[in-house]
Every structure is written in structure tokens, then in C-alpha cells.
């Protein structure tokens, strides 16, 4: 538990540090090409409309629970997305920032929480399209809605857990890079995006509750289309919690007795 306390309280003693490298980390991605950092929110819209007219125009998807297919089907492929990248960028930030990792005064363990935070902003965009085109097509407001900084907060810790782990390991064990990829994908298809948890039978579903990531795509849907609230799901909630909890503590504690070593091998 200090470990964990002592974790947090220097991330939040380089709160400056860490916003300012965010920043560049989301600008750099885009170095060179001539529209910059306005690919960043130009690709994602693009995914957008690319949906919307595969499953609404060309297969003609029906609607589901009186939901336009593409309303809900976005409504779940946009925390996966941020899952992802956040996923995948911080599990490399350690070998991609080796020539930092290398400098005595510099803080090692921001750098996941750097990669988590970059990958936020296209993920904030995501949010400001999806209530767009829920207002589109004709949703009003709801105060369900603001419950989707609860939502946010635990992808937020979840990723940074798990970014903590696969960070550590990937500089002594070059295969997680592959590994990760793998479970991302096996991932992608055991969550509810593209199908609906009521086409399962019954007796099967828990298993695949014990995803964590269908509770946090599960509840975006709840947040804005089916307006549930998490309190309404204490057990699910609970065991998300203590998943969260155990990724974090094992992030932590990893990262924390492998750090000193980091430099040697890179």
C-alpha cells in the first residue's frame, strides 16, 4: 500500500512534467505530414462514416432495442478504441523512450502514464462525435450523461494498470509486444461491440462478464442510450473494482522492482 500511495503522489508531484510531454507525445505522431495533428481527429472521423455506411447504408443493420445500429455501435467501439491505443502505446513507451530511461534524473514511471493520457484526446473527440450524432438523431439530454467521467475514470486506471505490466515486461521479454497484440484481438471479440450480450445464453454469460472491458463498454451504452446507472450493478461493479485494483497493485509493484534494471538492458 505505501508503494501504491508513494506511486501516485509522484505522478501527481510531475503532473506538470507529464501533461507537457502528453502533449508533444499526441503532436509527434504527426510530425512531418502537412496537416499535422488534424490527422488525429480527421482518422477517426473518417472510421466514423466508414460505419455508418457499411452497417446503416450497405447491410441496412436494424435497429437495436429501438437504437440506431450505428449510434450503438459506437457507443461501445469507442472505449475499446482508447483501450487500445492506450494499451498498446504505453506498453512500448519504455523501449521507445530508452534514450530518457538512461538519464539518472529522469522519472521512469511516468512514461505509461504519458502514452495513457496522449491516447485521451482522440478519445475525448470520440465522446464529442457520438453526442453529436445522439443529438442527430434525435436524443435529448440526460443526466445519465455525466456519468460518463465515472466510466472514464475507470478505463482511465484500468489501461494504466495493465500499461504498467506490459511496459515492465517487454523491456526483459521482447515477445509481449506480439502477446499483447493477440489478447487485444481475442479481446475485441469477446466484448460486445459488434454483437449484443442477450445473444448468449444465459448460462454463458457470466464468463464473459468476467471481461472487464464489457463492463466498461456495457456501460458506456448505459450512459448514453439506455440511461442505467453503475450503482444499479453492485456485484459487476465490485468485481471491476477489485480487477482495477489488482492491475494497478501489480503494475505497481512490478514496475517498481524492475525500474533499476531498465537501463542495462536497453
Known sequence: MKEILFF????????????????????NKFTGSYLGIIWAFIQPF?????????????????????????????????????????????????????????????????????KVISAAYIHLFFIIVLLAML??????FNLAYLQIFYYFIALFLLVLGIGLISSSLIVFIKDIGQIISMLLQFGFWLTPIFWSMQQIPEQYQFLLKLNPMYYIANGYRETFLTHVY???HPVLTLYFWVVVLVFLSAGIILFSKLRSHFADVL
Open 8 to 27: 501516485f503522489k509522484d505522478l501527481f508531484n510531475n503532473r506538470l512534467l507529464v501533461w507537457d510531454l502528453s502533449k508533444k507525445d499526441f503532436q
Open 46 to 114: 473518417i472510421m466514423i462514416l466508414i460505419y455508418w455506411f457499411v452497417f446503416q447504408v450497405g447491410f441496412k443493420s436494424t435497429s437495436v432495442s429501438d437504437v440506431p445500429f450505428v449510434i450503438w455501435l459506437l457507443s461501445g467501439m469507442i472505449p475499446w478504441i482508447y483501450f487500445t491505443d492506450s494499451v498498446f502505446n504505453s506498453t512500448n513507451s519504455i523501449v521507445e523512450s530508452s534514450y530518457l530511461v538512461k538519464k539518472i534524473v529522469f522519472n521512469v514511471r511516468i512514461l505509461p502514464l504519458v
Open 135 to 140: 443529438f442527430i438523431y434525435g436524443f435529448s
Open 230 to 232: 453503475f450503482w444499479e
